[in-house]
Nanobody, 119 residues
Framework: VQLVESGGGMVQPGGSLRLSCAASGFTFSSYDMSWARQAPGKGTEWVSGINTGGGTTYYADSVKGRFTISRNNAENTLYLQMNSLKPEDTAVYYC?????????????WGQGTQVTVSS
């Protein structure tokens, strides 16, 4: 299993970024997928999840209405469109295989991509 995130960077408050996660080594279309993040000095926070077909999505209250998760099963890629970014969104963002109620249940993570929101 390999998950490789990309698309992070530095953006001003109010700006947008689109993160991608390229998946390989497993049948991507058979698994729910998630995004999580870890801010400096804080624990990991689950951000968003999506079911296998992409028709059902889930969001943390902190990002609801601003972030959109999606997937392209033909290209084995997971996305996170982030709009109206705030300084508190600054974190390393990770994609993970599955959608679980506990972060402890996630077994496969990418290496992460840094998102910095600052003026």
């Amino acid at each position: 299993v390999q998950l490789v995130e990309s698309g992070g960077g530095m953006v001003q408050p109010g700006g947008s970024l689109r993160l991608s996660c390229a998946a390989s080594g497993f049948t991507f279309s058979s698994y729910d997928m998630s995004w999580a993040r870890q801010a400096p000095g804080k624990g990991t926070e689950w951000v968003s999840g999506i079911n296998t077909g992409g028709g059902t999505t889930y969001y943390a209250d902190s990002v609801k209405g601003r972030f959109t998760i999606s997937r392209n099963n033909a290209e084995n890629t997971l996305y996170l469109q982030m709009n109206s970014l705030k300084p508190e969104d600054t974190a390393v963002y990770y994609c993970a295989r599955g959608y679980y109620s506990s972060l402890r249940d996630y077994n496969y993570w990418g290496q992460g991509t840094q998102v910095t929101v600052s003026s």
